[in-house]
């Protein structure tokens, strides 16, 4: 999507309005904005007198009726601003710029919480609802040691390693923070189950985020789940596969992560537990690197267990893999995208986008809009 000037805060109950309407979603709520660029105007227009192909006449139709229904300052307020819920759309500063990643990153997405964990180091730990006891301690130890290192973590907020990833550090004292990423609506009333709406609390309080791309009210279905998993994905610099079916969810957004370049990491298990397959599978096949503790990931991410602050790397300093692709870089103004860089380098891709993502991290590169990546 392109970086245009974002809706003003006060068109933002009519983008709201549009978006509760049956029928609207990221792609008609893009082609709304790229025709008018204000949504109130938008919504103020009768559908009669939009272009003729802008919407189908059946979305067309159901705008129609809300519009003439809906009191939109009264939704807005009692389904986003009294639960105290940001949207955040693709054309503001607080976007999660890792979502451009996605073939169709969404439009906006609600939060409550804090935002600016967004755009910092994270980690998606993922896996089963059936968790066994050894997924519940390997969950616990790894998530807990990644956070105390100042990584986020990312859980789909389901029970199960969900639930464990989350559940493992929000009673201590860690640098990290959760980040919920949700297949329904963030407000407590669409929480699932209902025995989260309390953890969702303790998220909150602890300083952590609610996120969703779908609005307040909306249950989730297994119909939404798959959006939730490529959010989780898209904003990770990393996913972790604690246990999980060949055929599950989890490996779907495994899936997604190695589309994307994210590095995967995966635990081994039992040779007896069905829940092993799906991580077993990504090791054999060697997309993911066998977990054993959260040195791993922290390695990867070039993060530091003992301070909980991710470390800088300078230049000088930088060696192997790393010196290669800011040398590569710092030769070619313009930028490389990944494939240029396996072509240049004698490296896997597997390799090169591992250190693509800890040189991001450091701060000594960053991915445009397009996919290349440039010195900073």
Same mark, same amino acid.
């Given at each position: 999507?392109?970086?245009?000037?974002?809706?003003?805060?006060?068109?933002?109950?009519?983008?709201?309005?549009?978006?509760?309407?049956?029928?609207?979603?990221?792609?008609?709520?893009?082609?709304?904005?790229?025709?008018?660029?204000?949504?109130?105007?938008?919504?103020?227009?009768?559908?009669?007198?939009?272009?003729?192909?802008?919407?189908?006449p059946?979305?067309?139709?159901?705008?129609?009726?809300?519009?003439?229904? #809906?009191?939109?300052?009264q939704?807005?307020n009692?389904?986003?601003?009294?639960?105290?819920?940001?949207?955040?759309?693709?054309?503001?500063?607080?976007?999660?710029?890792?979502?451009?990643?996605?073939?169709?990153?969404p439009?906006?997405?609600?939060?409550?919480?804090?935002?600016?964990?967004?755009?910092?180091?994270?980690?998606?730990?993922?896996?089963?609802?059936?968790?066994?006891?050894?997924?519940?301690?390997?969950?616990?130890?790894?998530?807990?040691?990644?956070?105390?290192?100042?990584?986020?973590?990312?859980?789909g907020?389901?029970?199960?390693?969900?639930?464990?990833?989350?559940?493992?550090?929000?009673?201590? $004292?860690?640098?990290?923070?959760a980040?919920?990423?949700?297949?329904?609506?963030?407000?407590d009333?669409?929480?699932?189950?209902?025995?989260?709406?309390?953890?969702?609390?303790?998220?909150?309080?602890?300083?952590?985020?609610?996120?969703?791309?779908?609005?307040?009210?909306?249950?989730?279905?297994?119909?939404?789940?798959?959006?939730?998993?490529?959010?989780?994905?898209?904003?990770?610099?990393?996913?972790?596969?604690?246990?999980?079916?060949r055929?599950?969810?989890?490996?779907i957004?495994?899936?997604?992560?190695? $589309?994307?370049?994210?590095?995967?990491?995966?635990?081994?298990?039992?040779?007896?537990?069905?829940?092993?397959?799906?991580?077993?599978?990504? #090791?054999? $096949?060697?997309?993911?690197? #066998?977990?054993?503790?959260?040195?791993?990931?922290?390695?990867?991410?070039?993060?530091?267990?003992?301070?909980?602050?991710? $470390?800088?790397?300078?230049?000088?300093?930088?060696?192997?893999?790393?010196?290669?692709?800011?040398?590569?870089?710092?030769?070619?103004?313009?930028?490389?995208?990944?494939?240029q860089?396996?072509?240049?380098?004698?490296?896997?891709?597997?390799?090169?986008?591992?250190?693509?993502?800890?040189?991001?991290?450091?701060?000594?590169?960053?991915?445009?809009?397009?996919?290349?990546?440039? #010195?900073i």
């Amino acid at each position: 999507m392109a970086h245009l000037s974002a809706p003003l805060d006060s068109q933002k109950p009519f983008l709201y309005a549009f978006h509760t309407v049956r029928g609207i979603g990221s792609e008609a709520l893009a082609r709304i904005w790229a025709h008018f660029y204000d949504f109130k105007i938008a919504w103020e227009t009768p559908t009669a007198k939009w272009p003729p192909d802008l919407l189908s006449p059946t979305v067309k139709a159901a705008i129609a009726e809300k519009q003439s229904i #809906i009191d939109v300052a009264q939704l807005y307020n009692k389904d986003v601003k009294t639960p105290d819920i940001t949207i955040i759309t693709c054309y503001e500063d607080t976007y999660p710029e890792r979502l451009r990643d996605l073939t169709s990153p969404p439009f906006l997405i609600y939060a409550r919480g804090d935002i600016s964990l967004l755009a910092e180091p994270s980690i998606a730990i993922v896996g089963t609802r059936k968790i066994t006891t050894y997924g519940i301690q390997a969950t616990t130890r790894l998530s807990h040691d990644v956070a105390a290192a100042g990584i986020h973590i990312i859980s789909g907020f389901a029970l199960g390693v969900d639930a464990a990833a989350h559940q493992s550090f929000l009673q201590t $004292e860690v640098a990290g923070k959760a980040i919920a990423v949700l297949g329904g609506g963030v407000d407590d009333a669409s929480i699932t189950p209902r025995s989260h709406v309390s953890l969702a609390h303790t998220i909150l309080a602890r300083g952590g985020v609610i996120i969703s791309e779908y609005t307040p009210n909306t249950s989730p279905s297994r119909g939404t789940f798959p959006a939730r998993n490529h959010l989780m994905a898209a904003m990770s610099h990393g996913v972790l596969v604690i246990e999980g079916t060949r055929d599950s969810g989890t490996m779907i957004t495994a899936g997604v992560a190695q $589309e994307l370049a994210r590095p995967l990491f995966a635990v081994p298990g039992s040779i007896f537990s069905p829940q092993s397959v799906g991580p077993h599978d990504l #090791i054999s $096949e060697h997309k993911a690197t #066998i977990t054993l503790s959260a040195e791993t990931i922290l390695t990867t991410l070039n993060a530091s267990t003992e301070s909980g602050k991710k $470390e800088h790397t300078k230049e000088h300093n930088l060696t192997g893999i790393n010196h290669a692709i800011y040398d590569a870089l710092s030769n070619t103004p313009e930028g490389l995208a990944i494939d240029q860089l396996i072509a240049i380098l004698s490296f896997s891709e597997s390799e090169i986008s591992t250190a693509l993502v800890m040189l991001e991290i450091d701060g000594m590169i960053k991915k445009t809009q397009g996919g290349i990546f440039i #010195i900073i």
